[in-house]
């Protein structure tokens, strides 16, 4: 531990040394079930042996050589990326703000000086564009003056479908708004939006940063929802624990971006997107899908029988649920230090779930009982 970091995180006092699937051990040898997976992250469980080799492997080959170039794990992963979802182009990022920053600079670029409409509770990253689409008044306000030409609605059709207008751009969202809680936008609201973008001549973006690589039962969050959007962004669990983000196009907005309209120095370097073609082999799974599908029925349904339990939201392994009172970040601190159970406190009231992917039955049995005892005492 250490006084040299500036600070932005409120840090547990647990320095972890070591991780394998669901379990991460800190510099003491305690043992943990970590249902958190560093935020979504770790989706393939910690250290995948196909990840970690396929990192080894690479690294001894090539690390960089920017993006003058093209290199075979860049080219495989943009194929691999494009062919699962929209079937356009890919520009990578390294991170989930970045890839949002790609896809807002696209927006604004096939509709110059339009208006860009995201939703209340929404959150896309940190960065001045990612923050400005990001309309939360305490991520914002000390930051102002924001990026001008967003405009913040709430997350309802009627909502949507009354401000997008001929100046619209785009409309950004989430189809499950992760950081505020795992709040699912209903599909009227997404359809709504797809009618008012195709209405006005405004992209339908969706920030899949967190739902995306089958988090929630699906490889992507849109193939069940009905919906499909002109551009998605993805990070977080792509790179199985190493930073890579995309913004993945359809055929629409393929032809947007020329040589010199944006670019950035490391994405999609040869080693991260070997260790994503890894995860691809590992998540892109018919079988692991609907286990993913199964266990987060299996975790809602346990999640309801605890006591002070007041809601149970989510879709496949992406979850969460309020208690009655605050004490969801006392409960994190307690589940972290007495019970060795890493899980998030996204609000006062509210416990996210993120276990790794991988998880079985009796592992998400034996969360839903450490957090029972602590609910019960
Ligand atoms: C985490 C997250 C981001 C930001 O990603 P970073 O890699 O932290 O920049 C953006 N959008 C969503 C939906 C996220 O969950």
Known sequence: MTEHLLPTYARFPVEFVRGAGTRLWDSDGNEYLDFLSGISVSSVGHCHPAVVEAI??????????????????????????????????????????????????????????????????????????????????????????????????????????????????????????????????????????RAACDAHGAALVFDEVQTGMGRTGTLWGYEQVGVVPDALTTAKALGGGLPIGALVTGEKLRGVFEPGDHGSTFPGGPVVAAAALAVFDVLDDDALLASVRAGGERLRARLEELPGVAEVRGRGLMNAFDLADGSAPDLTRRALLEQRLVVNATGPRTIRLLPPLLVSDAELDEAVDRLGALLAA
């Open 56 to 193: 080894r492997e690479q690294a001894g080959r090539l690390l960089h050589v920017g993006n003058l170039y093209f290199t075979e794990p860049m080219t495989r992963l943009a194929d691999r990326l494009a062919t699962s979802s929209l079937g356009g182009g890919v520009f990578f990022t390294n991170s989930g703000a970045e890839a949002n920053e790609a896809a807002l600079k696209l927006v604004r670029k096939n509709k110059q000086g339009g208006d860009i409409v995201v939703v209340h509770g929404g959150f896309h990253g940190r960065t001045y564009g990612a923050l400005s689409a990001t309309p939360q008044e305490a991520k914002q306000a000390p930051f102002a003056p924001l990026v001008p030409g967003f405009r913040a609605v709430e997350p309802t059709a009627a909502a949507i479908t009354q401000t997008v207008d001929d100046r619209t751009a785009a409309v950004v969202l989430e189809i499950i708004q992760g950081e505020s809680g795992v709040r699912i936008l209903g599909d009227d609201v997404l359809r709504a939006a």
